[in-house]
């Protein structure tokens, strides 16, 4: 499928980075007027202590404010399973349509099973405004944004394209990063190389921005590269290493990692939209952990 992108079309990208999380959002500004779409935003935990706040959110609510932005829309890439999404705190703040892959109905039946979630718990995707299909568009101001299924780290991986920056959630890390995992429930290495196949198919000097980074080898954090770069230099795909290849890298590497610290409150928020467990008759509300569920 050939997917209609708009190289001549610009938009100015602001990350911020979550060092507690290793996570980057991103404001996006239509170049042609003040709207804009922020793509996966952080609700902060402090998990041990069960408290929630929103400094890094309210860092991004600010930044709205003081260039006087209208967000249009609030993009999450996937249903993350290292950060908890801060969607329905700033989408109260600010407005806007919040959206994501239509498969998030697939991920909402394999967790609402692992966490032992009632018939109150929604699977149908209702949680958000906008379920997108592959080859899906929309718009921020006058910019034409698609979404591209790119499933294989979870069903509902999305990459958005919006004028000559496409924001690839964790199908692609930085060159020197490589790939992400591919062993969560619902993941599937050879999906996710055809996947990534996907994104190196747009244009070599589309921009690329990444959900995370870890500064590999010491090297400062960067978030942002090119479809060029990625297909020369990309340590995990770059080159055209086989599919096959690819795959037996890959199984192996996830066979040697552990779960994401915070992979429990982040499913259980994140498969809601951003939103909390509902309270309990008293009123508090509680995460599940389930044993051995992992």
Sequence with gaps: ??????????????????????????????PGSSACAIVDSVMD???????????????????????GLTVDWLIETHVHADHLSAAPYIQQRLGGKLGIGRNITVVQETFGKLFNEGTEFQ??????DRLFDDGDTYRVGGMDCLAIHTPGHTPA?????????????????????????????GGDAGV???????????????????????????????????VGEEKAHN????????????????TERDATLSMPKLIIPSLQVNMRGGELPPPDDSGQRFLKVPINGL
Excluded at 9 to 26: C, K, L, R
Excluded at 158 to 185: K, W
Excluded at 236 to 250: I, L, Q, T
Aim: aromatic share 12%; net charge negative.
């Design 123 to 128: 699977r149908d995707g209702s949680q958000f």
């Design 157 to 185: 991986c999305m990459t958005h394209v919006m004028g000559d920056a496409a924001f690839v959630g964790d199908t692609l890390f930085m060159p020197d990063g490589g790939s992400a995992r591919a062993d969560f429930p």
């Design 192 to 226: 996710l190389y055809d996947s990534i196949q996907k994104v190196l198919a747009l244009p070599d000097a589309m921009r690329l921005f990444m959900c995370h980074d870890y500064g590999p080898n010491g090297r400062d954090i960067r978030w942002e590269t090119t």
């Design 1 to 30: 499928m050939t997917y209609p992108v708009h190289m001549n079309v610009h938009p100015e990208v602001t990350g911020f980075f979550d060092p507690a999380t290793n996570t980057i959002s991103y404001v996006v500004k239509d």
């Design 45 to 67: 935990i402090d998990y041990a202590a069960g408290r929630i706040s929103h400094d890094h959110a309210d860092e991004i609510i600010a930044f709205v404010e003081a260039h």
């Design 235 to 250: 340590i995990h795909v770059g080159g055209g290493r086989s599919r096959e290849e690819f795959v037996r890298f890959r």
